[in-house]
């Protein structure tokens, strides 16, 4: 059986996922951290807090269904008791060949992956988005809806990119930085910091308690 962590839109969104693979009967329940809606349910699915992980069998599968951040110390948390993470690929995603999902990713409707691009662990990949040939994104990372990537670019591990924001062909943005929405990527970017406008440039070095702001 398959649980998803997270139980607000991004954990509805990835059970309606689950409901167009066919695979809905696979889903045994939603588990929240610190969990204040204990028993009640989600199109169907319980409702549980996440104390439930330690009752569980070894051989149950997790997705990790949270826009944020945070998601990566509870996944790692989750990984490091010897759970493994699902992939969802929405059936409606256009893929050329030789695309290389890592496990716990999410790729949501609509998407298009050019040839030969690599996505890294627990990444989730909003509606609508395309990235280019030979892109390599990281672990951990969010790419909002509808961001155009061109070819040959890299991001690199818990970046966030903004909705509608487009990267131009070869260039790199560095590890924890916030490209926001409908920014135009031109150049690289640093690590770790907050990058706006047409063209992107960075305004603000990022810490922990940014992220709580931003998104």
């Known amino acids: 059986m398959i649980y998803i962590l997270g139980a607000g839109a991004v954990a509805r969104e990835t059970l309606n996922a689950y409901k167009d693979l066919g695979r809905l009967k696979e889903i045994a329940g939603f588990i929240e951290e610190n969990c204040k809606r204990e028993g009640s349910e989600i199109h169907g699915k319980s409702v ?12 149950t599968v997790f997705i990790g269904a949270m826009g944020s951040p945070k998601r ?27 695309v290389d999902v890592g496990k716990g990713c999410i790729i949501r409707p609509g998407v298009i992956l050019a040839c030969d691009v690599k996505i890294g662990r627990h990444s989730i990949i909003y509606i609508g988005s395309t990235i280019g040939h030979d892109c390599k ?23 966030w990119i903004g909705i509608g924001a487009k990267i131009i062909h070869r260039v790199s943005i560095g590890k924890g930085s916030f490209i926001g929405a409908g920014a135009v990527v031109t150049k690289d970017i640093p690590e770790n910091v907050l990058a706006v406008g047409v063209p992107a440039k960075p305004i603000k070095q990022l810490n922990e308690s940014d992220w709580e702001r931003i998104i």
């Open 48 to 59: 549980n807090d996440s104390s439930i992980i330690n009752t569980l069998l070894k051989d």
């Open 137 to 159: 994104i990281g672990n951990f990372v969010t790419i909002a809806p509808g961001v155009d990537i061109a070819g040959n670019v890299t991001i690199k591990d818990e970046c």
């Open 72 to 98: 990566k110390r509870w996944i790692e948390e989750i990984e490091g008791k010897g759970f493994n993470f699902d992939v969802v690929v929405h059936p409606s995603t256009l893929m050329d060949d030789f």
